[in-house]
């Protein structure tokens, strides 16, 4: 990654460029495999919610059931995930991730523990455990994303 040509001078400008550096080596990783950032989400989400609905899928996507319908054609298209009839009733289909589709995203959280780690590289342990602390106090109060 090259250095930024004027760096931002306020501390929490420059997490902002860490948290950036994390966004895009996700975002990497996700597009090493093909996949859009929304494909990548559904597989993970399936994965984890085998035979999930269409309506579940999008709430837990935070997308319309139309988006999440387009989504699910492509990834069926490459045999990524597929649409089961429940109890003969057409009109009610789970959708699970194949098991390549689950190989596919298999490897994320580690790699972006190994993304994290290139990140902190610079700092000493003892730096890293003064740097917990003071995020831990700047996040003390806050609420955490998804979190109301």
Do not use: C
């Not at 994965?47 to 699910?72: C, E, F, K, M, Y």
């Amino acid at each position: 990654m090259e250095p930024l040509e004027h760096p931002p001078a306020s501390p929490l400008a420059k997490l902002q460029v860490i948290s950036w550096a994390q966004v895009q080596a996700g975002q990497d990783w996700i597009r090493s495999r093909g996949l859009t950032l929304a494909q990548a989400f559904v597989l993970n989400y399936l994965a984890g919610n085998p035979g999930a609905i269409q309506r579940d899928i999008a709430q837990a996507t935070r997308t319309t059931p139309a988006n999440v319908s387009g989504v699910l054609r492509g990834l069926e298209a490459r045999n990524l995930v597929e649409r089961r009839v429940e109890s003969g009733d057409e009109r009610s289909k789970r959708v699970f991730a194949t098991d390549t589709g689950i190989e596919l995203i298999t490897g994320h959280e580690e790699a972006m523990v190994a993304a994290d780690e290139s990140l902190l590289a610079p700092l000493t342990s003892t730096d890293r455990e003064t740097l917990q602390v003071l995020l831990d106090k700047i996040t003390a109060d806050l609420p955490w994303p998804g979190n109301p």
